[in-house]
């Protein structure tokens, strides 16, 4: 066997003796891949196309040993590491080029206990995954809207879905984590253990270390919940936009309903002659009761005269995959976000404005619907510091053909930089594309950023775990 060449973090080449390689490979119980090798090809591939990188080499960990031995490696070798959970990540920093890149998509393990509504949970898992187990038991913890996104990734960088206003982020839910550190040590992590580090990885991304598992608290939820869409027509949104906000400013806790506008995809209980044109679609999951959750979502459902209402109970699983066919892999996508405190009037004719010329099909705008248990946790209970957000705006633009990338891309940085004076200046760490480096201090991390980097000088002093949302070690 012939030398291995891996990219290190530096941005230089170091070679791997085969005598050096062959004993990593022995000692790894998952697979290890080099370009071309069974495997390589489906490790690398993320979820965003724009991203397309070729490590040097790609060890699919098995458990915590295979994590600390390529930890180790990389390490020993000042390796450029990328760490790979769902690769849902926008910004694609899963996947690297030329150095080692650790996928964990195989740690799928899930061990639910309804005695202690407690589940821990391996870092390859996906959110439909773990609903699956969970609900099982009518358990769940609040996760995100796409059932593909993973665990992992999302966790780290916060995470909120429909749970969220009732149940709070799934940070706010993470009871503890095994963690391998940069210098090789499994450390687990919680309130009592390592409490520093156990605050920073909620909300501070990948930056502290590979997460080998996590131990989340469960909330009774469903197996029934009263969810669904209400689909209305562009024109209708000016005057609905007001409404809304002041219906969920009212709300229970339990009621989150998000806004998309997009061009209608051909849904079977929309009309054929709406497929394709602009709507306003409300979105809404009312994590409680179901005769309590008609009579919350009864103001909303009651507004204009929608096009569709498709409202009703539903398993609470099945909801939780309903943006699926929306979001599959292999599109490229390009996001903007910004944090809210109010939708203003001014915000609402911007949105109309960008929402009026989507400059592709597939482009939606979300508007997600946070505030209640979220914002009730001290700024600084977590790293996660956007505490007083109400609202969340995602500019989802995604598109097929490379040709449309500028005009695609430059249609949501001009609707981002229209929406940001009304916007708080912080941004959902998870939603970040991979060119906003100048956002990452203040925008992401915020009031916590000097505290996370002393925790990072502390338990990462040579940015081992870079490749992300990076924190800088303090000096
Ligand atoms: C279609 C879609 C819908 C989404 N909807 C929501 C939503 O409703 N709510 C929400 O909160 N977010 C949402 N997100 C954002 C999501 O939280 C992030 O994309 C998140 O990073 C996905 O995690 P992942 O494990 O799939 O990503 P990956 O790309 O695998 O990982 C992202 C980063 O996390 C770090 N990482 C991953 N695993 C580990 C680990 N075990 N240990 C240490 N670091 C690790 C690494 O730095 C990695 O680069 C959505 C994303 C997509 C694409």
């Known amino acids: ?251 229970p806790e339990e009621l989150c309903c998000w806004v998309v506008l997009r061009k209608a995809p051909p849904l079977p209980f929309l009309p054929r002659e709406v497929h394709g044109t602009e709507v306003m679609v409300l979105a809404m999951c009312y994590a409680g009761d179901l005769d309590l959750g008609l009579r919350a979502a009864a103001p909303l459902r009651a507004l204009g005269q929608p096009i569709a209402d498709v409202v009703s109970p539903h398993a609470f699983a099945a909801w939780q995959t309903a943006f699926d066919p929306l979001l599959t892999p292999g599109a490229r996508n390009y996001w903007k976000s910004h944090d809210f405190t109010a939708l203003t009037d001014e915000v609402v004719e911007i949105l109309l404005d960008y929402a009026g010329r989507l400059p592709s099909p597939e482009c939606e705008i979300f508007v997600g619907h946070l505030g209640g248990a979220v914002n009730r946790v001290p700024i600084e209970a977590t790293a996660y510091p956007h505490r007083n957000v109400e609202f969340v705006l995602n500019v989802h633009t995604r598109w097929t053909d490379p040709a449309q990338d500028r005009t695609c891309v430059g249609w949501a940085r001009e609707f981002f930089d229209a929406t940001a004076p009304y916007a708080t200046g912080g941004v959902y760490v998870n939603f970040m594309p991979d060119d906003e480096v100048d956002r990452i201090q203040s925008g992401a991390y915020g009031a916590s950023y000097a505290r996370l980097a002393r925790v990072k000088a502390k338990y990462d002093p040579g940015n081992l775990f870079r490749l992300n949302q990076n924190i800088r070690p303090a000096a």
């Not at 098995?62 to 990328?82: F, K, Q, T």
């Open 1 to 251: 066997m012939s030398d291995v060449v891996l990219g290190t973090a530096t941005g230089g080449r170091v070679t791997l003796a085969p005598d050096r390689f062959a004993g990593f490979r022995a000692q790894v119980r998952g697979a290890v891949c080099l370009p071309g090798e069974p495997g390589y090809e489906k490790s690398r591939t993320v979820w965003n196309a724009m991203i397309d990188r070729r490590p040097g080499l790609v060890v699919c960990a098995s458990g915590a040993a295979d994590v600390i031995e390529a930890v180790n490696l990389a390490r020993e070798h000042g390796l450029l590491l990328a760490v790979r959970g769902g690769g849902h990540n926008i910004a694609g920093h899963a996947v690297c080029d030329h150095g080692l890149m650790l996928d964990l998509s195989a740690m799928k393990s899930v061990r639910v206990d309804p005695a202690s509504r407690t589940a821990r949970v391996e870092p390859g898992v996906t959110l439909g995954e773990f609903d699956r187990e969970a609900q099982a038991f009518g358990l769940a913890t609040p996760l995100g809207i796409n059932s593909t996104t993973g665990v992992a990734g999302l966790t780290l960088g916060g995470g909120f879905g429909w749970l969220s206003r009732k149940h709070g982020l799934t940070i706010d839910n993470l009871i503890s984590a095994d963690l391998v550190t940069a210098d090789g040590r499994l450390l687990h992590v919680s309130a009592r253990e390592h409490p520093e580090l156990f605050w920073a990885i909620r909300g501070g991304g990948g930056n502290f270390g590979v997460v080998t598992s996590f131990e989340f608290r469960l909330h009774p939820v469903g197996p029934q919940v009263l969810a669904g869409l209400i689909v209305h027509p562009f024109s209708a949104a000016r005057a609905l936009l007001p409404e809304y906000r002041r219906i969920v400013a009212e709300a």
